[in-house]
């Protein structure tokens, strides 16, 4: 009879926080993505200048825009370092996941190879057994019949 993995239930719990842990990552370094974006297209946008403005009004405006500008650069970069602890965390969640599912797939494979082991060894105590059988009256010549019962 084969014998299951006692710890086969906790190795898939494992298996399943890894990929957990993996998809945690990946969803984290996408925010990190959009921010870098929209932080490369805040600056650029920054640094195309407008035509020179042609009045007082356009150029308080334009004055206005680029410190709510330089505000909104600030809060990227703050959310930015946010995201990248975020990250950092989550890759660090997603090593220790790895790290927990191959040590219980570590056991599992040395379970395999005692069990194997086991049915190795039983498997050839059965061929032993069977070796080393005396033949039962078999000489491998037909059985003669036997002349004591029609001689009288």
Excluded: C, N, W, Y
Excluded at 41 to 57: C, K, W, Y
Excluded at 131 to 137: E, I, N
Aim: charged share 35%.
């Amino acid at each position: 009879m084969k014998r299951g993995f006692p710890l086969a239930g906790l190795l898939r719990i494992r298996g399943i926080q890894q990929r957990a842990a993996a998809a945690h990552l990946s969803r984290a370094a996408m925010e990190e993505q959009r921010t870098e974006a929209r932080d490369r297209q805040l600056r650029a946008a920054l640094t195309t200048s407008a035509e020179t403005p042609g009045d007082i009004r356009t150029l308080a405006a334009l004055a206005a825009s680029r410190v709510a500008a330089r505000s909104l650069l600030t809060d990227l970069d703050t959310l930015r370092r946010a995201q990248r602890a975020e990250v950092d965390a989550a890759r660090a969640g997603l090593d220790d996941a790895r790290r927990a599912e191959r040590g219980i797939e570590r056991l599992a494979d040395a379970f395999h190879e005692r069990e194997r082991a086991r049915r190795d060894a039983a498997e050839q105590a059965v061929l032993d057994e069977i070796a080393l059988r005396p033949a039962s009256g078999t000489s491998g010549a037909p059985d003669a019949p036997d002349r004591t019962e029609g001689a009288s």
